[in-house]
């Protein structure tokens, strides 16, 4: 049976019937065709579907919608301004992070909270903020990078 | 000159600012109206006839629109090379568990799941082989008794043996005899999966003309096209293949991947039907690497010289035919000029998945087990494992293996580079070691083709065919940029799909910056030519006195006299040769061999036998940077799959079944274990290659499990010769446990009649 | 993947009301563990059950008399941050830190890590080793169940029909305490525990005599257990290499670890004996005034660091 529910994505609020077993995840991207967040494994261990619910970052394949009632999610699509890129977005781009990009909402994601929580990592603290997002590609190394480059680039700004 | 402004630049990827707002497309982002999906009923039963499959209720299901199984389409079989051993759905019998028997199409995924539970399948049990060496044996089950009837059967095959390589040189048993020390070690190593983020999806939709679109992660979309047309029996001009963004690969998806499911769904229903594989489907629906068992002997003089080899190699190839077998035969003597061997490599059928591709298949496996022997040669004749290797390595003029002579290449600049960044050599404190490996691969070569025009306002299309795996649309855009002598920014790289760019081979096998990007080369240099004539004929001057720069074509002696790209496309619609396009295409490419040299640090924890990598550093001969950033990016992510490969991965598999079809128990490197990773970038440019560039991909994935195997040697003093190097392993070691030995019973192994097959040595792997 | 029902509970009378009306129903907290069980088929439950938004489940509050007070609902991640529980239970902090990721940490609760009763649930160590009670609610009333009675089993908990878990309580620990989990497994984040060993220890007096000492040993047993013969040899006495030793083997001879996908049998005792002596070494340290940064802790929990030569 489907279940109303009232939500905010990236500032835009949402009236929706779902099911109790969808999850946030396929909300998402099922319904609402926001597909940057990925699905990488729907069991949490690869953190592709990494969102940001009342700021704090979730794996959403885990999460029923339901339970997403009355919160504000924030995916990678609500990130930009207009043009303009995140800097956590940009610094990507520019050092490298981004391979075959399928990790990356996820990681975005992840980087955006853990900055949140502490404006001024060490490299160690990047990688253990990290530690929930897998990536194949990069070997994590152009991202640690960028993610401390992101950081000093919010501190000046 | 031009070509400096954009050569050796970090330009970022040019797809990256879509893929950091999730913008990108992948397969699985594709919605279309009245959209179906798909799930396929697998094998519970490693290999088993099959009496009965009875899909009635399952088509009943409100909520299902179709149910296929092989009976409903054409009987025809497949194969990932040449042998056609394979069906999209099994038929009289089942050989792993796994294996396709039916697929469905419902309104959403709980009621295909639901139709899947209801189809009913009855199974005879046949005895099943799961241990490849057993599967050896001439009383062993057979996993394809009908293998001689197959087409692409070669002569010699037989039993459960789907090919046998053979290569050699020199004269092997005499130099034995002659050799003052002999040596003889087995190695084995792990089942491993490629672990790409995106689990394989495609979506696929039948025009009303008749013409079917199918949108898919693929790293061959020709390959694509050709098999489903071959399997289906249908033109290949029916067939659209869009290749989505891909979300890696690693050579899972160089070929028919599970397009024909979603596609024979779409005929049968008439409407878009898609198919998305769980992340256990990635193990489960995808062929992966299975165990190798290596044997290596060698014969070496007092000095170092090694002067002979033998090498015999097993591949685990599962059920059908994959992919490994080959590297067995090319890499078993190593990136060492040994003048006289014999190497013999088999790939074993078992009921298993098969063994899918996975950046250069089978080569990390020996490249384990050729580096670890390779080291203790070294320390039983009291060398230095550097000299050691430095005295035996190829150099310029050497035969290469597959005949032929090896070209100039960075090989010693790579073991200087090394030496030189881990102070090598160093006595280091307890529980502390350094290890090194040697490595090399080959450029990959095969058919490409390219083309380029010219817009009317100066900007430039550049078509490839080639999937964009490792950032090559960004390096190709830079070298139609040079080529052309105009600015990165002007040039667009175009969406493509199967009608509309011309045929290039899959992307895989460290091909497409060295062959694609040489037709890039070409056909920059073919639309030059145009242009210049063009602005020849205008200007009245033989094309001779022109030069192309800039974003102009212009006379040497009067710069200013001449035109801009933008003014000659304009100047060409009412030419007498018509609109500018430049294209090229080449089908081979020469031997430009790839080295690359890394070196590990490690500490041991005695206690627990946990394993951190302190320092890991490498130096790899890439020929020409042309985009630095991004081959650090593919080195610096192939090291981390090598150290995957070396501690924690494994696919573990009992009868046939996999235990750990899951990342919650298949364990990929996760960032708060990974080292800095050290780089050297050495650049000895090849004859042909575009602006001398060399592949680059695969190469930094072999070396790491060798590396830390003998960093591990060098900490603590133990020798592990089984992937991967657990903590586990190295506790049983120190405590002196005999650990498991590996035999082979090379009699039986040596007397089997070789086929004679012969040995690619260029294309995908 | 059966087509289950979904309840929301705004307080506890209403849960328990709704568990007493439907049965096979499943409680859903932070939610990491329904979905994905459910898909895989292991779990079909009829309803679930949404507790998440009943109030008053997630305060974490400490007084030195009455000890440590964890709604059920409290994050995994607020046990990492929370500066009451870095100071007064480290423990359960470096088990924190050592949970799966930051992600999941936002939304697990430790009600959840305790109810579902995994013998490699990283909370439970150290919270067995604090001496953690239960207090369960339920429609005879309110019960306090200590945490080594509450556990039952893998998966099996003392939980009767329509009771729920409301509130984890911790004694207060004596002065000079000090405590170490630490975690085995492959890698520093995401994985299930093969080994975890929490050990608290106080100091008896400035002597440097051990005083009270619990070791806790996770992952190998059907639940978490005591080491209790380790504990029994180190109590009252000074720690020196010898007697450490002899409590590392106590403690693996307590153990009774299974083979599985995550190691052998046989490899986790000598894990087990290993940890116990280092997590005991680094305690006792810590009783005696050494203080450790929350990064070196992390590191410690998680095997990234260990330094031959100290601390066992």
Request: charged fraction near 20%; include cysteine.
């Given at each position: 049976?489907?279940?109303?529910?009232?939500?905010?994505?990236?500032?835009?609020?949402?009236?929706?019937?779902?099911?109790?077993?969808?999850?946030?995840?396929?909300?998402?991207?099922?319904?609402?065709?926001?597909?940057?967040?990925?699905?990488?494994?729907?069991?949490g261990?690869?953190?592709?579907?990494?969102?940001?619910?009342?700021?704090?970052?979730?794996t959403?394949?885990?999460?029923?919608?339901?339970?997403?009632?009355?919160?504000?999610?924030?995916?990678?699509?609500?990130?930009?301004?207009?043009?303009?890129?995140?800097p956590?977005?940009?610094?990507?781009v520019?050092?490298?992070?981004?391979?075959?990009?399928?990790?990356?909402?996820?990681?975005?994601?992840?980087?955006?909270?853990?900055?949140?929580?502490?404006?001024?990592?060490?490299?160690?603290?990047?990688?253990?903020?990290?530690?929930?997002?897998?990536?194949?590609?990069?070997?994590?190394?152009k991202?640690?990078?960028a993610?401390?480059?992101?950081?000093?680039?919010?501190?000046?700004? | 000159?031009?070509?400096?402004?954009?050569?050796?630049?970090?330009?970022?990827?040019?797809?990256?600012?879509?893929k950091?707002?999730?913008?990108?497309?992948?397969?699985?982002?594709?919605?279309?109206?009245?959209?179906?999906?798909?799930?396929?009923?697998?094998?519970?039963?490693?290999?088993?006839?099959?009496?009965?499959?009875?899909?009635?209720?399952?088509?009943r299901?409100?909520?299902?629109?179709?149910?296929?199984?092989?009976r409903?389409?054409?009987?025809?079989?497949?194969?990932?090379?040449?042998?056609?051993?394979?069906?999209?759905?099994?038929?009289?019998?089942?050989?792993?568990?796994?294996?396709?028997?039916?697929?469905?199409?419902?309104?959403?995924?709980?009621?295909?799941?639901?139709?899947?539970?209801?189809?009913?399948?009855?199974y005879?049990?046949?005895?099943?082989?799961?241990?490849?060496?057993?599967?050896?044996?001439?009383?062993?089950?057979?996993?394809?008794?009908?293998?001689?009837?197959?087409?692409?059967?070669?002569?010699?095959?037989?039993?459960?043996?789907?090919?046998?390589?053979?290569?050699?040189?020199?004269?092997?048993?005499?130099?034995?005899?002659?050799?003052?020390?002999?040596?003889?070690?087995?190695?084995?190593s792990?089942?491993?999966?490629?672990?790409?983020?995106?689990?394989?999806?495609?979506?696929?939709?039948?025009?009303?003309?008749?013409?079917?679109?199918?949108?898919?992660?693929?790293?061959?979309?020709?390959?694509?096209?050709?098999a489903?047309?071959?399997?289906?029996?249908?033109?290949m001009?029916?067939?659209?293949?869009?290749?989505?963004?891909?979300?890696?690969?690693?050579?899972?998806?160089?070929?028919?991947?599970?397009?024909?499911?979603?596609?024979?769904?779409?005929?049968?229903?008439?409407?878009?039907?898609?198919?998305?594989?769980t992340r256990?489907?990635?193990f489960?629906l995808?062929?992966?690497?299975?165990?190798?068992?290596?044997?290596?002997?060698?014969?070496?003089?007092?000095d170092?010289?090694?002067?002979?080899?033998?090498?015999?190699?097993i591949?685990?190839?599962?059920?059908?035919?994959?992919?490994?077998?080959?590297?067995?035969?090319?890499?078993?003597?190593?990136?060492?000029?040994?003048?006289?061997?014999?190497?013999?490599?088999?790939?074993?059928?078992?009921?298993k998945?098969?063994?899918?591709?996975?950046?250069?298949?089978?080569?990390?496996?020996?490249?384990?087990?050729?580096?670890?022997?390779?080291?203790?040669?070294?320390?039983?004749?009291?060398?230095?494992?550097?000299?050691?290797?430095?005295?035996?390595?190829?150099?310029?003029?050497d035969t290469?293996?597959?005949?032929?002579?090896?070209?100039?290449?960075?090989?010693?600049?790579?073991?200087?580079?090394?030496?030189?960044?881990?102070?090598?050599?160093?006595?280091?404190?307890?529980?502390?070691?350094?290890?090194?490996?040697?490595?090399?691969?080959?450029?990959?070569?095969?058919?490409?083709?390219?083309?380029?025009?010219?817009?009317?306002?100066?900007?430039?299309?550049?078509?490839?065919?080639?999937?964009?795996?490792?950032?090559?649309?960004?390096?190709?855009?830079?070298?139609?940029?040079?080529?052309?002598?105009?600015?990165?920014?002007?040039?667009?790289?175009?969406?493509?799909?199967?009608?509309?760019?011309?045929?290039?081979?899959?992307?895989?096998g460290?091909?497409?910056?060295?062959?694609?990007?040489?037709?890039?080369?070409?056909?920059?240099?073919?639309?030059?030519?145009?242009?210049?004539?063009?602005?020849?004929?205008?200007?009245?001057?033989?094309?001779e006195a022109?030069?192309?720069?800039?974003?102009?074509?212009?006379?040497?002696?009067?710069?200013?006299?001449?035109?801009?790209?933008?003014?000659?496309?304009?100047?060409?619609?009412?030419?007498?040769?018509?609109?500018?396009?430049?294209?090229?295409?080449?089908?081979?490419?020469?031997y430009?061999?790839?080295?690359?040299?890394?070196?590990?640090?490690?500490?041991?924890?005695?206690?627990?036998?946990?394993?951190?990598?302190?320092?890991?550093?490498?130096?790899?001969?890439?020929?020409v940077?042309?985009?630095?950033?991004?081959?650090?990016?593919?080195?610096?992510?192939?090291?981390?799959?090598?150290?995957?490969?070396?501690?924690?991965?494994?696919?573990?598999?009992?009868?046939?079944r996999?235990?750990?079809?899951?990342?919650?128990?298949?364990?990929?490197?996760?960032?708060?274990?990974?080292?800095?990773?050290?780089?050297?970038?050495?650049?000895?440019?090849?004859?042909?290659g575009?602006?001398?560039?060399?592949?680059?991909?695969?190469?930094?994935?072999?070396?790491?499990?060798?590396?830390?195997?003998?960093?591990?040697?060098?900490?603590?003093?133990v020798?592990?010769?089984?992937?991967?190097?657990?903590?586990?392993?190295?506790?049983?070691a120190?405590?002196?446990?005999?650990?498991?030995?590996?035999?082979?019973?090379?009699?039986?192994?040596?007397?089997?009649?070789?086929?004679?097959?012969?040995?690619?040595?260029?294309?995908?792997? | 993947?059966?087509?289950?029902?979904?309840?929301?509970?705004?307080?506890?009378?209403?849960?328990?009301?709704?568990?007493?009306?439907?049965?096979?129903?499943?409680?859903?907290?932070?939610?990491?563990?329904?979905?994905?069980?459910?898909?895989?088929?292991?779990w079909?439950?009829?309803?679930?059950?949404?507790?998440?938004?009943?109030?008053?489940?997630?305060?974490?509050s400490?007084?030195?008399?009455?000890?440590?007070?964890?709604?059920?609902?409290?994050?995994?991640?607020?046990?990492?941050?929370?500066?009451?529980?870095?100071?007064?239970?480290?423990?359960?902090?470096?088990?924190?830190?050592?949970?799966?990721?930051?992600?999941?940490?936002?939304?697990?609760?430790?009600?959840?890590?305790?109810?579902?009763a995994?013998?490699?649930?990283?909370?439970?160590?150290?919270?067995?080793?604090?001496?953690?009670?239960?207090?369960?609610?339920?429609?005879?009333?309110?019960?306090?169940?200590?945490?080594?009675?509450?556990?039952?089993?893998?998966?099996?908990?003392?939980?009767?029909?329509?009771?729920?878990?409301?509130?984890?309580?911790?004694?207060?620990?004596?002065?000079?305490?000090?405590?170490?989990?630490?975690?085995?497994?492959?890698?520093?984040?995401?994985?299930?525990?093969?080994?975890?060993?929490?050990?608290?220890?106080?100091?008896?007096?400035?002597?440097?005599?051990?005083?009270?000492?619990?070791?806790?040993?996770?992952a190998?047993?059907?639940?978490?257990?005591?080491?209790?013969?380790?504990?029994?040899?180190?109590?009252?006495?000074?720690?020196?290499?010898?007697?450490?030793?002899?409590?590392?083997?106590?403690?693996?001879?307590?153990?009774?670890?299974?083979?599985?996908?995550?190691?052998?049998?046989?490899?986790?005792?000598?894990?087990?004996?290993?940890?116990?002596?280092?997590?005991?070494?680094?305690?006792m340290?810590?009783?005696?005034?050494?203080?450790?940064p929350?990064?070196?802790?992390?590191?410690?929990?998680?095997?990234a660091?260990?330094?031959?030569?100290?601390?066992?």
């Amino acid at each position: 049976m489907k279940h109303g529910m009232h939500l905010t994505i990236n500032g835009e609020p949402y009236e929706l019937l779902v099911e109790p077993y969808c999850s946030l995840l396929d909300l998402l991207r099922d319904e609402l065709h926001l597909t940057g967040t990925k699905r990488g494994c729907d069991e949490g261990d690869c953190g592709a579907c990494t969102v940001l619910i009342q700021g704090k970052t979730a794996t959403s394949c885990m999460m029923l919608a339901l339970d997403a009632k009355d919160k504000e999610v924030v995916t990678v699509e609500g990130l930009a301004r207009g043009d303009k890129l995140h800097p956590v977005q940009d610094a990507f781009v520019q050092y490298g992070g981004v391979q075959c990009g399928y990790c990356t909402p996820g990681l975005i994601m992840s980087a955006v909270g853990l900055l949140r929580e502490n404006p001024a990592p060490t490299e160690e603290d990047v990688r253990y903020g990290i530690g929930g997002n897998l990536c194949r590609c990069t070997g994590y190394a152009k991202v640690i990078q960028a993610i401390l480059k992101a950081a000093e680039a919010m501190r000046t700004a | 000159m031009p070509e400096e402004r954009v050569l050796g630049r970090n330009y970022p990827r040019v797809d990256a600012a879509d893929k950091v707002s999730g913008r990108s497309q992948y397969a699985g982002d594709v919605y279309l109206p009245g959209m179906l999906i798909c799930k396929v009923l697998k094998s519970a039963r490693s290999h088993a006839r099959i009496l009965r499959i009875d899909t009635s209720q399952a088509e009943r299901l409100p909520g299902v629109r179709a149910v296929i199984t092989g009976r409903d389409i054409p009987d025809v079989r497949f194969g990932s090379g040449a042998v056609r051993d394979r069906r999209v759905f099994a038929l009289e019998k089942v050989r792993y568990v796994g294996e396709p028997l039916a697929a469905v199409a419902a309104v959403d995924e709980i009621t295909a799941q639901e139709a899947l539970d209801l189809i009913q399948i009855e199974y005879a049990d046949l005895p099943a082989i799961t241990d490849p060496i057993d599967a050896l044996k001439p009383d062993a089950p057979l996993v394809h008794e009908d293998l001689p009837r197959y087409e692409g059967y070669a002569a010699g095959m037989g039993g459960n043996v789907c090919t046998v390589l053979d290569s050699g040189r020199g004269e092997v048993d005499r130099a034995f005899a002659q050799a003052e020390h002999v040596f003889e070690d087995t190695f084995r190593s792990q089942g491993i999966n490629q672990g790409y983020l995106e689990p394989m999806a495609c979506v696929a939709s039948t025009d009303p003309s008749g013409r079917i679109n199918v949108w898919t992660s693929t790293q061959g979309p020709y390959q694509v096209r050709g098999a489903l047309a071959a399997v289906l029996q249908l033109p290949m001009s029916r067939f659209r293949i869009i290749p989505m963004e891909l979300g890696g690969g690693f050579g899972a998806k160089l070929r028919l991947c599970l397009e024909p499911y979603p596609v024979l769904l779409a005929l049968k229903t008439g409407k878009p039907v898609k198919f998305v594989a769980t992340r256990e489907e990635v193990f489960t629906l995808s062929g992966f690497r299975l165990p190798t068992t290596i044997y290596l002997k060698t014969g070496v003089m007092q000095d170092g010289t090694i002067i002979a080899r033998e090498a015999i190699s097993i591949f685990d190839m599962g059920a059908y035919l994959g992919a490994g077998v080959q590297s067995g035969v090319s890499h078993t003597i190593g990136p060492y000029n040994i003048p006289n061997y014999r190497v013999r490599s088999y790939a074993v059928y078992t009921n298993k998945i098969w063994a899918g591709s996975y950046r250069a298949s089978g080569v990390a496996d020996v490249t384990f087990a050729v580096e670890s022997h390779t080291d203790i040669i070294a320390r039983k004749l009291g060398m230095d494992p550097w000299e050691f290797r430095m005295r035996n390595a190829l150099k310029e003029g050497d035969t290469a293996i597959q005949g032929g002579r090896v070209p100039r290449n960075g090989l010693q600049q790579t073991l200087e580079a090394v030496k030189e960044r881990m102070q090598w050599p160093r006595t280091s404190e307890p529980g502390h070691g350094v290890g090194l490996a040697l490595c090399q691969w080959r450029s990959g070569s095969g058919p490409s083709s390219a083309s380029l025009t010219i817009n009317e306002d100066g900007t430039v299309i550049l078509l490839t065919g080639s999937v964009d795996i490792t950032g090559t649309d960004t390096v190709l855009a830079q070298i139609a940029a040079a080529a052309l002598g105009v600015d990165m920014h002007q040039v667009v790289i175009a969406k493509r799909d199967t009608d509309v760019a011309p045929f290039t081979g899959p992307s895989g096998g460290s091909r497409i910056t060295y062959s694609q990007g040489k037709a890039v080369e070409l056909a920059a240099e073919d639309t030059k030519r145009k242009l210049i004539a063009l602005a020849a004929e205008r200007l009245e001057a033989p094309a001779e006195a022109l030069a192309c720069g800039g974003g102009r074509v212009y006379a040497k002696e009067a710069p200013e006299r001449g035109f801009s790209l933008g003014q000659l496309a304009r100047m060409s619609l009412t030419s007498k040769a018509g609109p500018i396009q430049g294209t090229a295409s080449l089908s081979a490419m020469p031997y430009a061999p790839v080295f690359n040299t890394q070196a590990a640090e490690v500490t041991v924890d005695r206690e627990t036998g946990a394993v951190k990598i302190v320092r890991f550093v490498q130096a790899q001969d890439v020929g020409v940077a042309i985009n630095p950033m991004a081959v650090e990016g593919q080195i610096e992510g192939g090291a981390v799959q090598g150290i995957g490969r070396a501690l924690s991965e494994e696919v573990v598999i009992r009868d046939g079944r996999i235990l750990n079809p899951s990342l919650t128990t298949y364990l990929m490197p996760l960032a708060p274990d990974m080292p800095a990773i050290e780089n050297v970038l050495v650049e000895v440019p090849t004859e042909e290659g575009p602006f001398g560039a060399r592949a680059v991909a695969e190469p930094p994935g072999f070396g790491p499990p060798a590396a830390i195997a003998n960093a591990i040697a060098d900490a603590v003093g133990v020798r592990l010769k089984e992937l991967p190097l657990s903590p586990e392993k190295i506790l049983c070691a120190l405590r002196g446990e005999p650990l498991e030995e590996i035999t082979l019973d090379l009699e039986l192994l040596r007397a089997l009649r070789g086929a004679g097959g012969s040995i690619q040595w260029a294309g995908s792997g | 993947m059966n087509r289950f029902e979904y309840l929301e509970a705004g307080t506890l009378p209403e849960a328990i009301a709704l568990l007493g009306q439907h049965e096979e129903t499943r409680i859903v907290a932070g939610a990491t563990d329904v979905l994905v069980r459910w898909r895989q088929g292991l779990w079909k439950p009829q309803y679930v059950l949404n507790i998440k938004r009943i109030p008053g489940l997630e305060h974490v509050s400490y007084t030195p008399d009455t000890g440590l007070s964890l709604g059920s609902l409290v994050s995994i991640r607020t046990l990492e941050l929370h500066p009451l529980i870095r100071e007064h239970y480290p423990a359960l902090t470096q088990a924190a830190t050592a949970f799966a990721g930051v992600q999941i940490r936002n939304l697990a609760t430790v009600g959840g890590n305790v109810c579902n009763a995994s013998p490699a649930g990283d909370t439970l160590p150290a919270l067995l080793a604090y001496g953690a009670e239960c207090r369960l609610v339920g429609p005879a009333g309110e019960r306090l169940v200590p945490l080594e009675f509450f556990l039952l089993g893998p998966g099996r908990t003392a939980l009767q029909p329509a009771e729920l878990l409301a509130e984890l309580r911790l004694p207060p620990q004596p002065p000079d305490t000090g405590a170490l989990y630490i975690k085995h497994s492959a890698r520093s984040a995401m994985d299930i525990s093969a080994v975890g060993v929490a050990a608290v220890v106080s100091l008896a007096g400035k002597d440097g005599v051990c005083g009270e000492v619990k070791i806790a040993l996770g992952a190998v047993a059907p639940t978490v257990i005591r080491a209790r013969s380790a504990e029994a040899l180190l109590r009252g006495q000074r720690l020196d290499a010898e007697r450490l030793q002899q409590a590392a083997q106590a403690a693996m001879e307590n153990s009774s670890p299974i083979d599985d996908i995550r190691g052998t049998a046989q490899h986790r005792r000598a894990i087990v004996a290993s940890l116990a002596k280092r997590t005991v070494s680094y305690a006792m340290q810590m009783a005696q005034g050494t203080s450790f940064p929350f990064r070196t802790q992390r590191a410690l929990a998680v095997e990234a660091s260990f330094e031959e030569g100290k601390g066992a």
